[in-house]
């Protein structure tokens, strides 16, 4: 797995999580990167992403003021922090490495993808 995402657990609605996905084998520093997440019986859908240096950082409009993506090169980690998090937010998410240098929306602009982590937030 090129991709190794972490972080996921039980949480109450409100509180914060900080997932990471790292790139031990450095295949994708040259590249963006996402996170995406699967609800139970939904589709996969997009998160956030972050280009290779992260001078281009976007965001889903559900996640967006409350979420927060970063990526540390030296450590070849991606981040996303989770904050005011809701129960609509709970399922697995998932990183993946864009195609190219810049990281869109939809996931067939990515062709790697970690084996995804999850998160549950519930009362």
């Known amino acids: 797995v090129q991709l190794q995402a972490s972080g996921g657990g039980l949480v109450q609605p409100g509180g914060s999580l900080r997932l990471a996905c790292a790139d031990p084998r450095r295949t994708s520093s040259n590249n963006g990167l996402g996170w995406f997440r699967q609800a139970p019986g939904k589709e996969r859908e997009f998160v956030a992403a972050i280009s290779w240096n992260g001078g281009s950082i976007s965001y889903s409009d559900s996640v967006k003021g409350r979420f927060t993506i970063s990526r540390d090169r030296a450590k070849n980690t991606v981040y996303l922090q989770m904050d005011s998090l809701k129960p609509e937010d709970t399922g697995v998410y998932y990183c993946?490495?864009?195609?190219?240098?810049?990281?869109?929306?939809?996931?067939?602009?990515?062709?790697?993808w970690g084996q995804g982590t999850l998160v549950t937030v519930s009362s």
């Open positions: 993946a490495a864009s195609r190219s240098a810049v990281a869109g929306t939809s996931r067939s602009s990515y062709n790697k």
